[in-house]
């Protein structure tokens, strides 16, 4: 005869927790906890270091992503074997450890050895977003009043902090590479180049640029003759983009508006540009946006719609836990099939479409560069807990547009005429890829 609960696995320790979440076993990963123990290989360069019982709270009670970013940013859990400010080689590892929450038996034998006093959640970071059902007590997802916090919590986190990461362009979208060899400044211009030579811009003409950020843009098209207006929520984004606008002679040209793009009155635009907007609109508001920024334009006129995707049209758009929590909060992405169908459904006649999924690859391996270079002083701008989101952030979003989980298209479109004048447009493409 037995007795009760002799049959019961022996408790795991915290370090045979943290690997139960890496279903992949004999990967070169290895883990240590406070409570002495080990698992995984001991030569391993890379792993994770489970440093306090607080950091297993936070495991335990948030199971997935958001719990480690939880235990990350406060500094309970470190990464092993990388820098802070570019841990793309270790979740790259972790990618390929396939970790997700372990089977029912085994999340069993988790819950058990961990014990009662880890399953009372506590408090998370304060870098952390409101839940969504608490965000929507303060008002419905996509209101003007929760658009602008959103873009607060994620843009206004200081305009020296985005210099050191961004660079001298202060382009936070997507870099075009000419060639592999090319510099991150060299990418951004590009972009800009390319964007211009799409909306055929030229010497006199009007453009308006939704979600401007900085004004890279802007002062892009200012700077060859261009009347240029931008619109952005960020304050700190205006700011920053007024004082260049004026730095750089080009207040006769270029105007930055801190407000909502619903808000710009003016019509008759010879081309609109929404680089990195449409991430922040919400699906279900895509047909007022793309109506809005058809309205803006003059017969003929061309849209240019620059921004985030995901590789098909069928999955949930909302972002997952750790990006609605500490990136993005409400953001939402959805396929380019739906962005183009949006757009006709508007009144636009798509012409071209294309795919820069490994150029967003790049220019976020050359983010991560610039905050491991400029890492002490970034920790000083914001501080410790911050920098490691940031961190986390850009190098799990790389390893995202590298395996496909997300895409980046532009998508460029003419407001045509009630008879299908869309102004002598060249019958093939203009530009220079």
Avoid at 87 to 100: E, I, N, V
Avoid at 152 to 166: P, T
Avoid at 287 to 315: K, V
Avoid at 389 to 407: C, D, I, P
Wanted: net charge negative; proline share 6%.
């Amino acid at each position: 005869m037995t007795t009760a609960g002799s049959n019961r696995s022996p408790k795991l320790s915290v370090a045979e927790i943290l690997e139960a979440f890496a279903p992949r076993t004999g990967l070169p990963l290895r883990f240590t906890a406070y409570d002495g123990s080990t698992a995984g290989p001991a030569d391993a360069e890379l792993g994770l270091d489970l440093l306090t019982p607080r950091g297993t709270t936070y495991l335990a009670t948030a199971p997935g992503e958001l719990g480690l970013a939880r235990a990350y940013v406060s500094g309970d859990l470190q990464a092993r074997g990388v820098h802070p400010g570019d841990p793309y080689p270790l979740l790259k590892a972790l990618a390929a450890a396939q970790l997700r929450r372990p089977p029912a038996r085994t999340m069993f034998d988790v819950l058990r050895s961990l014990g009662i006093e880890h399953l009372r959640p506590v408090a998370p970071p304060p870098q952390e977003a409101l839940p969504r059902w608490r965000r929507t007590l303060e008002g419905l997802r996509h209101s003007r009043r929760r658009d602008a916090e959103a873009i607060h919590h994620h843009y206004d986190v200081s305009n020296r902090f985005y210099e050191l990461v961004l660079g001298p362009s202060m382009a936070y979208t997507c870099a075009c590479y000419p060639d592999s060899e090319a510099t991150l400044e060299q990418a951004q211009e590009n972009k800009f180049r390319l964007v211009y030579d799409k909306l055929r811009l030229g010497p006199g003409d009007r453009l308006l640029d939704v979600g401007c950020g900085w004004g890279g843009m802007v002062r892009y098209a200012a700077h060859r003759g261009v009347r240029a207006v931008g619109v952005t929520l960020s304050r700190e984004q205006a700011v920053w983009g007024q004082k260049a606008v004026a730095e750089e002679g080009l207040a006769d040209l270029a105007e930055i508006r801190h407000g909502d793009y619903r808000d710009v009155a003016e019509d008759g635009f010879d081309a609109v540009s929404s680089i990195g907007l449409t991430e922040h609109i919400g699906v279900a508001n895509y047909p007022s946006y793309f109506g809005f920024l058809q309205s803006r334009l003059r017969t003929s006129g061309l849209l240019l719609n620059h921004c985030i995707t995901r590789p098909d049209n069928s999955s949930t758009a909302l972002a997952g836990g750790f990006i609605d929590r500490y990136i993005f909060p409400d953001g939402e992405l959805t396929g380019s099939g739906r962005i183009i169908t949006e757009a006709q459904d508007a009144g636009l006649e798509v012409l071209h479409e294309e795919n820069l999924r490994r150029h967003y690859a790049l220019t976020l391996r050359d983010w991560c560069g610039n905050l491991v270079e400029h890492w002490d002083e970034a920790v000083a701008e914001v501080g410790p807990a911050t920098a490691k989101v940031w961190g986390l952030y850009l190098a799990g979003s790389r390893l995202g547009f590298e395996t496909n989980v997300v895409q980046l298209h532009q998508v460029l479109a003419v407001k045509a005429g009630p008879d299908g004048d869309d102004g002598g447009l060249p019958l093939r493409p203009w530009w220079t890829p």
